[in-house]
Structure formats: C-alpha cells, structure tokens
C-alpha cells in the first residue's frame, strides 16, 4: 500500500519551500519527516506490512537530500516502527508486546509530587549479616551490616515497607546519607544510587510476611510488588541489598505500544488516581 505523504501545500509566504504535519521550527527536517510517518503509520494510512515510500519519493516529496531521507527511517527503526529489507524498501512493523518499556519514573514522579507524602525511619542498627544476607553481599556470616527499616506513608496510609542491608565501614558515606534521609525524594534517589556505579533491580510478586503485612496494614500472605536492588562498589562488590514492598492497589505499571501516544488509560495511574 502506497499512502498519499504530499506535503501540505504552502501559504503564498511560504511558496517553495515545503511544509511537513506538525512542523515546529526548531526541529531538523529529518525529524519532521519521520514524526510525519508515524501520524500517518498511527492514523492506519500505512498498516502493519505496508510499504512505505521510497526513498526517491521522500526525497522529491520533501525536497531533502538523499542522507535526511536516511535519517528520517534510521528514527523510525530506532522507535519500532519499520523493519527494512535490503533491495525491497521499508515496511510497517506489527505491534510487539515483547518490545514493551516501563519506567518507574512515571509512577515515582507521582509520589514526589505529593506534599502528604513521608518517610518513617522505624529501626536503624547494626546486624550481623545472617546466610542469607552474606550470600547476597558475598561476605562471611556475622559480618556487621546497618540494617534499615522504613516505612513509607501517605495521607496516613502505608505505601511502601522498606528494608536495606549496607556493609558497615565507618569511613564509607553511605550509610550517613542514608540516615539522613527523611523525604520521599531522597529516598528514591538513595534507590538509584548516586555515586555508584551500577547495581540490579528486580520486580516480582511476593506474599507477604507477618512483619510486612502489619506494617502495609494488609493481611499475611497479601500480594505485593517487590522492587529488590543490588549495589555494588567500583571494584565490582555487593554493596548495599535492599527491598521495597509496595501495595498493590497503589501501583501500576503502564507502557505504551505504537507511534504516538494515545490518551492515558481511564485506569492509570493508580498512585495519582487514589490521591
């Protein structure tokens, strides 16, 4: 299928130079060109399969040289929108949900925004790590750790029971910033780490246990999100291993398939919807 790219056809100010949809004047004319694309991949003109113009076309349509005419499908292919196929030309992709992204921006950036929202610091103390522990920081058994535990609330409700295992060193800042913590906002960046150089962090679906459940006010057993991290040194060590439960009923996460964004699903986010 061959869909209709014409430019839209110029004011008499404008004549000889061709306009593209949604053109903003600070963008390159490859963006233009590729945001054009996916209106019309969006609006169903080009279908999964179809193929899309060639590149002569493009480039006698838009009045662009051959290597922005590049550009503009290279966009494409790093959204997901196109596959090519060398000595045929360049074809609408089919959705995957494979190919599906989250972020948990999206969702944290609601909770930061909430003034009502605060962070408990319930227990702070050296422990010594038990097996399970030392086999995830790789140390031996008994090695002092700073355990950490907080709660985190909103409107008087619980949001998110947190437990954290740091290795104890005196002489690293860490477990001090750590301490200071008392926002929402800080807590979250203390998640991300600043300062190290990588870690892991895990999503999955946990019951929980008598603790956790007394302090989210749920029953024992009750769902819940886990976000588990893993931070290590510059020389490659486990750092710092943590956990955050967090009630289901106040988190969603939501990703969006396809060219443009259509509006927000009536249901999400549910951290924003239950303020």
Not at 117 to 129: F, G, H, S, T, W
Not at 190 to 212: F, H, K, N
């Amino acid at each position: 299928m061959q869909g209709n790219l014409e430019p839209v056809p110029p004011a008499a100010s404008e004549r000889g130079r061709p306009r593209y949809p949604s053109e903003r004047s600070y963008e390159p004319a490859y963006v233009r060109i590729a945001n054009a694309l996916s209106e019309q991949i969006a609006a169903g003109v080009f279908r999964p399969g179809d193929q899309l113009p060639t590149e002569p076309q493009l480039r006698a349509q838009y009045r662009v040289s051959p290597m922005t005419v590049r550009r503009a499908i290279g966009l494409l292919l790093d959204r997901g929108l196109v596959t090519t196929v060398q000595g045929k030309g360049t074809f609408v992709r089919a959705l995957d949900m494979g190919e599906a992204i989250f972020r948990l921006q999206e969702i944290t950036e609601s909770w930061t925004e909430d003034d009502s929202a605060e962070v408990l610091l319930l227990e702070a103390r050296i422990k010594p790590a038990d097996e399970e522990v030392a086999a995830v920081l790789e140390v031996e058994t008994g090695t002092p750790t700073v355990y950490l535990r907080r709660l985190v609330k909103r409107e008087q409700t619980p949001l998110i029971y947190q437990l954290a295992y740091i290795l104890y060193d005196e002489h690293r800042p860490l477990v001090e910033v750590e301490l200071q913590i008392t926002s929402l906002a800080g807590l979250l960046r203390s998640a991300r780490a600043e300062g190290l150089p990588g870690g892991w962090l895990t999503i999955r679906a946990v019951s929980l246990d008598s603790e956790a459940a007394a302090n989210l006010e749920l029953p024992v057993g009750s769902p819940a999100l886990c976000l588990e991290s893993l931070f290590h040194d510059f020389d490659g060590r486990p750092l710092s291993w943590g956990r955050f439960l967090c009630r289901p009923d106040q988190f969603q996460l939501t990703s969006h398939l396809g060219p443009v964004p259509p509006r927000e699903p009536r249901s999400a986010p549910l951290a924003r919807a239950r303020k």
